[in-house]
Nanobody
């Protein structure tokens, strides 16, 4: 079992940057692929980024490619999402999640543990 706690959200101006963190507890973090999702008000939770167990392979939603960077430090049981050039429409709650499989998955059903989320608000 994995417990996940996100942090690093807040108010940021459009075009700005911030780094989100996801601290994991439990013995299985370093054996789990991980992902980030966002959920804007009134919308479905949507995939943002995925990272492999080792951190050597990453995958992004087309909308964030070149601006967001997912990474992890297995020694610290922590995953990160560097958010650059953020847009007002990316105001949302950002969630980290632990995948049930090691293969790449962009679907919510592929993730079995979720954090409570961290709010990111982008001002225009």
């Amino acid at each position: 079992q994995v417990q996940l706690v996100e942090s690093g959200g807040g108010l940021v101006q459009a075009g700005g940057s911030l780094r989100l963190s996801c601290a994991a507890s439990g013995r299985t973090f370093s054996s789990c692929a991980m992902g980030w999702f966002l959920q804007a008000p009134g919308k479905e939770r949507e995939f943002v980024a995925w990272i492999s167990v080792s951190g050597g392979i990453t995958y992004y939603a087309d909308s964030v490619k070149g601006r967001f960077t997912i990474s992890r430090d297995n020694g610290k049981n922590t995953m990160y999402l560097q958010v650059n050039s953020v847009k007002p429409e990316e105001s949302a709650v950002y969630y980290c999640a632990s995948a049930g499989e090691t293969i790449r998955t962009m679907s919510r059903i592929g993730y079995n543990y979720w954090g409570e989320g961290t709010q990111v608000t982008v001002s225009s």
